[in-house]
């Protein structure tokens, strides 16, 4: 029977990792399929890798020698990095003092039912709450006004603040535990450093912190700087993926900002962990290609699609045609950003656990695989019922990573869940 909170229990217990593992497991079954051929020849030249122990690899598979033996690069690894948006409204600082300030007023509503205090402590709220809707209703206001409405959310918050901690001390001299569950105690923590954070920018008329909390329930939610057309920030975890035949992989998966390029020689690690060999070309942005990763690559006999550092070498006109194609091949993994986005919820994340956040953007990237590999493997055996299959497939395990109960009806999941399961789940 599904109930509501199955998927996120799933969800909890798989984790990044987990669920990181089941899509190195469809991978590894896409390559033993042949839908990874990697027929690619290596380039003359063209350096060695070690294969890994017996039963790590396909390619020893396919052997059936455990010793070690030097293959050649295979392959081409396409990396890029993009950002997987949390469903949070936009975070200005007025309506995030706003809500704070609400939230803080429920808190102390909560301390006064203990009945210590013949009256209740005096918040301003309906006053507060007036001067902010007059705000929020201006078209454009100028940077004045805003300043001011800043600062009038600010003292309200400030003073409310000060009433819950003069109420806790009395309830701790009293001996009285309040009445509050976890979750109230960490919503005070978040609304005071919200407002320890939003008080420094307002006292020294700054635009940024170090980690900014945009968002009261989901405080780990940091503004990723992409400068993006239409979209310059972005709100909720970043991506470091990898990209090989039209299978994706997430490397590295922060709510917190990195550069991508640190990661590069651990993604081509984890390239060959998978597939048993380095790849013979890697197709990277030039955020990627420093000078230490250039030669980390020049040394395994990588070859990558950067141009090479100081005076351009002289080209004939087939070289600039080919190079020229490599770096076109590039966008192919941009391809498979806009189909997780647009199709599968890669676009709109809306869990609301970090750990749930990050294991159901590993499992729609691994949704993505299984459907793709569904395609390629199960079609030749499974004729026309395969289409559907894999429309099956797609739905319930997206209704896996953004929850049931928000598409279909437990019956339907059901009728799916046991169609799918003797044609996609036993490859």
């Known amino acids: 029977m599904f ?12 984790g990044k990792e987990g669920a990181r593992q089941l899509n190195d497991i469809v991978l590894r079954q896409a390559k033993r399929a042949k839908a990874i051929k990697h027929r690619k020849k290596p380039s003359k030249g063209g350096g060695q890798g070690l294969v890994p122990p017996a039963g790590t690899s396909a390619e020893e598979e396919v052997s059936g ?7 050649p690069n295979k392959g081409t690894l396409k990396v890029d990095a993009t950002v997987a948006p949390q469903h949070v409204g936009y975070p200005t600082d007025t309506r995030l003092l706003a809500e704070a300030r609400q939230y803080s007023e429920e808190l102390i ?7 210590l205090w013949q009256k209740k402590p005096r918040t301003y709220r309906r006053q507060a709450r007036k001067e902010y809707l007059a705000f929020s209703k201006k ?4 940077k004045q006004t805003v300043r001011q409405a800043r600062g009038k959310q600010l003292r309200y918050l400030r003073r409310n603040l000060k009433t819950m901690h003069k109420m806790l001390d009395m309830l701790e001299a009293k001996g009285i535990a309040p009445s509050w569950q976890h979750r109230d105690w960490q919503r005070l923590w978040v609304i005071q450093e919200l407002y320890r954070q939003q008080d420094i920018m307002h006292r020294d008329g700054r635009r940024r912190i170090d980690n900014r909390i945009v968002n009261i329930a989901q405080p780990y939610v940091r503004p990723i700087q992409r400068g993006k057309a239409g979209k310059k920030t972005e709100f909720g975890a970043k991506l470091n993926m990898s990209e090989t035949e039209g299978f994706v992989r997430a490397d590295q998966i922060s709510f917190d900002n990195f550069n991508e390029g640190g990661f590069l020689m651990s993604q081509v690690e984890a390239y060959k962990a998978l597939f048993g060999y380095y790849p013979e070309l890697v197709l990277a942005d030039r955020i990627y290609l420093t000078r230490k990763n250039r030669k980390a690559l020049k040394d395994k006999g990588i070859r990558n699609s950067g141009l090479p ?3 351009r070498p002289a080209m004939t006109r087939n070289e600039k045609q080919k190079r020229k194609k490599e770096q076109n091949k590039r966008s192919e993994i941009e391809g498979k ?12 994340i809306k869990t609301k656990r970090q750990d749930t956040s990050m294991a159901c953007i590993a ?5 993505l695989n299984a459907i793709k590999l569904g395609r390629a493997f199960l079609c030749p055996f499974y004729g026309h019922a395969a289409a559907l299959t894999s ?7 997206l209704n896996l990573t953004q929850g049931c109960n928000q598409v279909l009806s437990r019956t339907q999941n059901l009728i799916i869940l046991h169609r799918l399961a003797p044609a996609a789940l036993t490859f």
Not at 139 to 142: F, I, L, S, T, V
Not at 391 to 397: P, S, T
């Open 363 to 367: 499992l729609i990237l691994m949704a």
């Open 65 to 71: 020698t455990g010793a070690e033996a030097k293959v």
């Open 3 to 14: 109930l509501p909170s199955l998927f996120v229990e799933v969800r909890k217990r798989l």
């Open 109 to 115: 509503d909560k301390l006064y039912k203990g009945g």
């Open 391 to 397: 429309n099956l497939g797609r739905r319930l395990i």
């Open 139 to 142: 078209r454009a206001p100028k």
């Open 337 to 348: 950003f806009g189909q997780a986005k647009s199709k599968y919820g890669l676009d709109d």
């Open 309 to 311: 550092l100081g005076r």
